[in-house]
């Protein structure tokens, strides 16, 4: 360890009062966070401290310009109570890619994974251990320096901050492919996990569930021809047996759950296609019956079934399957991530 972090331990840890059978999703917080501060051009500060709130001036640059940028992960314990940790460092990196496109300054690895690690040390009891539960982990990056110029910040904050949480359950997810809005576009930063990105998602996802839709499935900018993501996940379809994913471009974001995925999949012998998927193809599938399946992937829900999807006032469901491709590859990649399985790819951490 040579990032020399404070230790300010909490007085009182307020672990008894968390019902670790009945977590919520990300609202519940850990005692600590870690905390680093970018000043006079350099990281300095690192320092765990008890989770709460932090001061900022009126005029701080995050306010108004909105130079912010987030990972999310998961901690999880195996049945021998190791802590485990999925392919961190890809979070890591992709914050960096990130922050190059939003004009903050780039995290040390050795900055990001020492504060993770003694993070977790300290609050190693706020691990679920119940199956399906998980520490989520959301290390961010924001503009704290001041002034009303639009220009990049020359201070920051960097923060690692946990909620111990129950599995994602969205339950049967009712989606509407979109027409008109868009969440990203070609030479935007919908490849980034900036802040201004989910703000923007709101106002197109609360007209979709106005309308007794869950999500949103984007399409692109331009033609709205192309089924890009669903809400904040990653999208795949199965047309037959052929699993399709759109690739990642300036406008997809290069998700770990759907990097592993593709991996997997194909490793168990599903056919797996990388490449552009039209709304058109999509919805004469589900009219000639071919269309399988489609979920999202990401961290927090790992895979998220879709039950039915409307496109221009249609709406159209997908069967009910048993041994469906979104089951048999969820078990697939938790295994890996809680230690049920070998995991022969090296992307499980052992803390
Ligand atoms: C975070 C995110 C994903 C999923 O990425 P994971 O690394 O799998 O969690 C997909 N799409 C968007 C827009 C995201 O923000």
């Given at each position: 360890m040579n990032s020399n972090i404070q230790i300010l331990p909490v007085?009182?840890?307020?672990?008894?009062?968390?019902?670790f059978n009945n977590l919520p999703f990300g609202t519940l917080f850990s005692d600590h966070m870690f905390t680093c501060d970018y000043k006079d051009g350099k990281w300095q500060n690192p320092t765990i401290k008890a989770y709460g709130p932090i001061e900022l001036n009126p005029s701080a640059k995050i306010f108004h310009y909105g130079q912010s940028i987030f990972e999310g992960m998961k901690a999880y314990k195996d049945a021998d109570l190791n802590t485990l940790l999925f392919r961190p460092l890809d979070n890591c990196k992709r914050l960096n890619k990130s922050a190059e496109r939003m004009v903050i300054p780039q995290i040390p690895e050795e900055l990001f994974m020492d504060g993770l690690k003694k993070l977790l040390e300290i609050d190693n009891a706020w691990i679920p251990t119940n199956e399906g539960s998980s520490l989520y982990i959301r290390p961010f990056v924001f503009a704290s320096g001041n002034g009303f110029h639009a220009s990049p910040a020359t201070e920051y904050k960097f923060i690692i901050a946990t909620a111990p949480s129950g599995a994602y359950f969205a339950g049967k997810v009712k989606v509407l492919i979109e027409?008109?809005?868009?969440?990203a576009a070609n030479?935007?930063?919908?490849?980034a996990k900036a802040g201004g990105n989910y703000a923007a998602q709101f106002y197109p996802t609360q007209l979709a569930i106005e309308k007794g839709y869950n999500q949103v499935i984007w399409t692109d900018d331009t033609s709205h021809e192309y089924i890009e993501e669903a809400g904040a996940m990653n999208i795949f379809v199965r047309i037959n047996d052929t699993l399709v994913t759109s690739p990642t471009s300036d406008r997809i974001l290069d998700g770990i759950t759907r990097k592993s995925i593709i991996q997997i999949a194909k490793d168990n012998d599903i056919d797996v296609e990388v490449r552009k998927i039209t709304v058109k193809e999509v919805v004469e599938s589900a009219k000639n019956g071919t269309l399988k399946e489609m979920f999202g992937a990401g961290t927090a829900a790992v895979i998220s079934p879709i039950s039915s999807f409307g496109f221009k006032e249609q709406d159209f469901d997908l069967p009910e399957l048993n041994n469906s491709y979104a089951s048999q590859l969820k078990k697939r990649i938790t295994d890996i991530q809680t230690n049920k399985t070998e995991d022969p790819y090296g992307w499980r951490v052992q803390l």
């Open positions: 007085q009182n840890s307020r672990i008894d009062t968390v019902d027409e008109k809005y868009a969440r030479g935007g930063v919908g490849f």
